[in-house]
Nanobody, 126 residues
Framework: QVQLVESGGGLVQPGGSLTLSCAAS????????MGWFRQAPTKDREFVAA????????YYADSVKGRFTISRDNAKNSLFLQMNSLKPEDTAVYYC???????????????????WGQGTQVTVSA
């Protein structure tokens, strides 16, 4: 079992930055690939970014590539999402997720992840 708790969301102006954190617990969490997804009102949940258990490989949605950076600190049981150059269309609830069985072909799909946090709201508005 892996437990996940997101934090760091809030209100930010367009062009601003925000860093989300995900605190993880559980005996095997550090061996999990991790991902960030987001869900805007009236829209489906979508993939944002993912990282392998050792941090050596990262994956990004085209919409955030070059603006967002995913990272992890296994020693501190933490996952991060640094978000720069934020746009109003980045407004959503952001979720972290854990994948104990990493398949690159499934990295951007919700079904590839077994554990989910409850989400943190990010609002980008002037």
């Amino acid at each position: 079992q892996v437990q996940l708790v997101e934090s760091g969301g809030g209100l930010v102006q367009p062009g601003g930055s925000l860093t989300l954190s995900c605190a993880a617990s559980g005996p095997t969490w550090s061996r999990n690939a991790m991902g960030w997804f987001r869900q805007a009102p009236t829209k489906d949940r979508e993939f944002v970014a993912a990282i392998t258990w050792n941090g050596k490989e990262t994956y990004y949605a085209d919409s955030v590539k070059g603006r967002f950076t995913i990272s992890r600190d296994n020693a501190k049981n933490s996952l991060f999402l640094q978000m720069n150059s934020l746009k109003p269309e980045d407004t959503a609830v952001y979720y972290c997720a854990a994948d104990p069985n990493f398949y690159p072909a499934l990295v951007a799909t919700m079904g590839g992840y077994d554990y989910w946090g409850q989400g943190t709201q990010v609002t980008v508005s002037a």
